[in-house]
DNA sequence: AGAAATTTGTCCGTATGTATC
DNA sequence: AGATACATACGGACAAATTTC
C-alpha cells in the first residue's frame, strides 16, 4: 500500500480523536490509554504513526508516557488552581506584533504563554512571541558574505 | 546486526555532538545544518535516528527546520539584551486572561511589552500581564478531589 | 525469587509524498 | 522540470522497564 497523506496526516486524525477522548473522559484522567499494539490494531496503522499520534500529545501535555507501563490521561484538567500553566499556540501576527518583529501581518508567530507564581497564587501572566519560521523575517542590511544559506 | 543501546541512546550521543558544534559556533548561528543525508552517512546512521537527534535539539530551542529547505541553527539571544522599546499601559482583561489572573472580566490590568533583541533584531516581544490593583483577586478557588488511581 | 508476559524505547531499511531550490 | 531536502508511513527486530504469574 502507497502512504498518501494529503490534508492531514494520519498521525494528527489519530491524535485529534484520542484528544476528543480524553477532553470527553471517554478516557478517563488518571487512567491508562491502550497500548499501542491495541491502538494499532483499531486505527489500522503503524506502531511508528501510534507512536507519533501520542507524541502529539505527550507535547500538549495531555499524556504522560512511562517506559514499561504506558500512557496515562494526565490528571487535572481543570483550569489553573496551583498547577503551572504554559501553552504553546500559533496565531497570524497583527500590525503592532507585526510591526515589532519585522514581518508581515499575518505571518504565523509563536506565542508561549506562561504565568508566575506568587505563594501558591497566580501573579502574572507572561506572553512571548516569536516568529513560527526564522525565514519570515523581512531583509534588513544585509552587507556582504554571500553564504550559502540565507534564512533567519 | 542487532540494536544495542547500553546506556546512552545512538540519537542521544548524536545530538550531543550536534549540540556541542552548534555551541562552539562549528556550525555558526543561522546556517543550515547538514542534510539528513550527509549526517546519516556521517554518524553511519539510519535516517529515523538522525531525525531523532534533531528533534531534541529542535525542542531545546536550538534548531529550527523548515520543509524543503532544512534545519538551522537558530541565531541565539545575546546575554545582555538592551531592549529599546519598552512600553506600558492599562487595559481591560479578556476572558482568557481574567481566568488565568483569577480576576473579573474587565479588570483593569497593566500591561508591560519589550522586545529581545539579537544580533541587533528584534528576536521576541514579551508581554506581561498584572492586575492594576491587586485587590481585584478573587478569593480562592478549590481543587483536588479523590484520587484511586497512582500513576505520576 | 524467578520466569514469562506485557508494554514502551530504540534502530534499521524502504517507499512515497510534499516543499523548496 | 529536475534535484535536493524534509515529512509521513510501513514493517521488522531487539532492548529495557514494569507487571503478572
Redesign the interface.
Known amino acids: 500500500m502507497p502512504t498518501p497523506h494529503y490534508g492531514q496526516p494520519r498521525y494528527r486524525t489519530i491524535a485529534d480523536e484520542l484528544r476528543k477522548r480524553i477532553k470527553t473522559e471517554a478516557i478517563r484522567p488518571?487512567?491508562?490509554l491502550p497500548p499501542e499494539a491495541t491502538l494499532t490494531a483499531e486505527f489500522q496503522a503503524s506502531r511508528g504513526t501510534i507512536r507519533q499520534a501520542i507524541g502529539v500529545l505527550r507535547e500538549e501535555g495531555l499524556v504522560?508516557t512511562?517506559h514499561g507501563?504506558g500512557s496515562?490521561a494526565v490528571?487535572?484538567t481543570?483550569?489553573?488552581?496551583?498547577s503551572h500553566?504554559a501553552t504553546q499556540q500559533k496565531i497570524p501576527a497583527d500590525a503592532r506584533?507585526a510591526g515589532?518583529?519585522?514581518v508581515d501581518i499575518g505571518t504565523i508567530l509563536v506565542e508561549h504563554e506562561s504565568?508566575t507564581l506568587a505563594n501558591d497564587?497566580?501573579?502574572?501572566?507572561?506572553?512571548?512571541?516569536?516568529p513560527a519560521?526564522?525565514?519570515a523575517?523581512k531583509p534588513?542590511s544585509n552587507a556582504s558574505t554571500s553564504?550559502?544559506?540565507n534564512?533567519?
Chains 1, 2 share one sequence.
Open positions: 488518571g487512567t491508562l504522560a512511562e507501563r496515562f490528571r487535572r481543570n483550569p489553573v488552581s496551583n500553566h506584533l515589532l518583529l519585522n504565568v497564587r497566580v501573579d502574572s501572566v507572561v506572553r512571548v512571541y516569536r519560521s526564522p525565514a523575517i534588513a553564504d550559502n544559506s534564512p533567519p
